[in-house]
């Protein structure tokens, strides 16, 4: 994850990562979007995830920011 990171940091490329990992994706993202089930998906949450651009594992997932991102992020999972 921190190699990602850091390819996106240094080549300014776009990155879209799929997963289904709630931890993952908003320790990577810029934004977390959630879909609805089935065929025909629809957008159940879009969240901008707006934490340091420079992150470790350890001091990131410890901000009570990424806390509360990860718990709308998994509510909306559970809900859609």
Do not use: C, W
Not at 30 to 40: A, M, Q
Request: net charge negative; proline share 5%; no cysteine.
């Amino acid at each position: 994850m921190d190699l990602l990171l850091e390819v996106h940091r240094t080549d300014g490329t776009t990155i879209v990562f799929v997963t289904h990992d709630i931890d993952e994706s908003v320790y990577l993202g810029d934004r977390v979007v959630v879909l609805s089930p089935g065929p025909g998906a629809k957008v159940a949450l879009d969240l901008p995830v707006h934490l340091p651009d420079t992150r470790d594992q350890i001091t990131t997932r410890g901000l009570a920011e990424f806390v509360a991102l990860r718990s709308e992020v998994g509510r909306a999972v559970r809900n859609r």
